[in-house]
Nanobody
Framework: QLVESGGGSVQPGGSLRLTCSAK????????MSWYRQAPGKERELVAS?????????????NYADSVKGRFTISRDNGRNTWYLQMNSLKPEDTAVYYC????????WGQGIQVTVAS
């Protein structure tokens, strides 16, 4: 089970930090990601981080072009938890954000709303 937290409403230029906690996982998670889906649009990958190695700093990461330099994905291996730090938020970042995990199969969180508006 994946549980997201940390969403909400913020003004443009503000920041939010999303957290995804993987609970009751019996197998290793290989890839941790965040996706988002805005109204009328397809779900898109925001960021992903490989779960190999002991340090989040050196783990391979991937970002959508639209969030590079503003969003940072990180993980806490010991707690099977990963984060999305979102800075300099824009109205076009408004969406439902989903965490996603790849283990023996893929898992999705229930989604959490992020709204960026004046």
């Amino acid at each position: 089970q994946l549980v997201e937290s940390g969403g909400g409403s913020v003004q443009p230029g503000g920041s939010l930090r999303l957290t995804c906690s993987a609970k009751r996982f019996s197998f290793d998670i290989y890839l941790m990601s965040w996706y988002r889906q805005a109204p009328g649009k397809e779900r898109e990958l925001v960021a992903s981080i490989n779960n190999a190695g002991p340090s989040t700093n050196y783990a391979p990461k991937n970002y959508a072009d639209s969030v590079k330099g503003r969003f940072t994905i990180s993980r806490d291996n010991g707690r099977n938890t990963w984060y999305l730090q979102m800075n300099s938020l824009k109205p076009e970042d408004t969406a439902v954000y989903y965490c996603h995990a790849v283990s023996l199969r893929t898992y999705w969180g229930q989604g959490i709303q992020v709204t960026v508006a004046s």
